[in-house]
C-alpha cells in the first residue's frame, strides 16, 4: 500500500509529496523522512523540515474537527461513527493511564518516540478523548514530533553512512 502511495506522489515535486506523505495517518513523518531521503533524495534538513510542516498539518483540524466530523458521521454513514469511536478509543487506551500519571509529557513521550501507532494522529485522538486542552496537547505533541522527525533523520543518515 504504501508502495502504491509512494508511487502515486512521484508525479508530484518532492518536496510537496514529502509534505502530503507525512500528512497522512499511515505514513506521517516516520516514513515521510526517509523515503525523501532516500527515494526523492531531498537533503536530510529539507526532508526534516517538510515532514515536519507535513506532519503537523492534521493537528488542528483533527484535534478540533473530530466531534463535528463524528456528528455528521451519524447522520449520513453510522458504520464511519463506529470506525472513528474505535479509533479514539483504541488511542485513548494507549495514553489514557500515561497521562494521567505525567501529563504532556507523556503526549511528548508518547509522539517523540518513532514507533508505529505512536504519532500525531493517535497522539491528537487520545487528547480529544482524554479531554485534554489544546494548549496542553500542543506543549507535548509538537515537541513530540520534532524529537521524533530528528531521531528519524539520524537513523536515516546513519542508514547511508553504515549501508
Known amino acids: 500500500?504504501?508502495?502504491?502511495?509512494?508511487?502515486?506522489?512521484?508525479?508530484?515535486?518532492?518536496?510537496l509529496a514529502t509534505v502530503i506523505l507525512a500528512t497522512l495517518p499511515i505514513t506521517e513523518l516516520r516514513l515521510a523522512v526517509p523515503i525523501a531521503m532516500h527515494t526523492w533524495l531531498l537533503s536530510p534538513l529539507d526532508a526534516l523540515g517538510y515532514a515536519i510542516v507535513g506532519n503537523l498539518i492534521p493537528l488542528i483540524p483533527l484535534y478540533f474537527g473530530l466531534n463535528w466530523l463524528r456528528s455528521i458521521t451519524e447522520k449520513i454513514a453510522p458504520w464511519m461513527t463506529k470506525v472513528i469511536d474505535k479509533s479514539v478509543d483504541r488511542a485513548e487506551r494507549r495514553v489514557r493511564d500515561k497521562y494521567a500519571k505525567y501529563g504532556a509529557l507523556a503526549l511528548f513521550l508518547f509522539t517523540a518516540l518513532p514507533l508505529p501507532l505512536t504519532g500525531l494522529w493517535t497522539a491528537t485522538l487520545a487528547a480529544v478523548a482524554l479531554k485534554i486542552p489544546?494548549?496542553?496537547?500542543?506543549?507535548?505533541?509538537?515537541?513530540?514530533?520534532?524529537?521524533?522527525?530528528?531521531?528519524?533523520?539520524?537513523?536515516?543518515v546513519s542508514a547511508d553512512v553504515l549501508f
Not at 1 to 15: H, W, Y
Not at 134 to 156: D, E, H, N, R
Open 134 to 156: 489544546f494548549k496542553y496537547a500542543i506543549m507535548g505533541i509538537i515537541p513530540g514530533i520534532l524529537t521524533a522527525g530528528i531521531i528519524v533523520t539520524i537513523l536515516s
Open 1 to 15: 500500500m504504501i508502495d502504491t502511495i509512494v508511487q502515486f506522489l512521484d508525479s508530484f515535486p518532492r518536496e
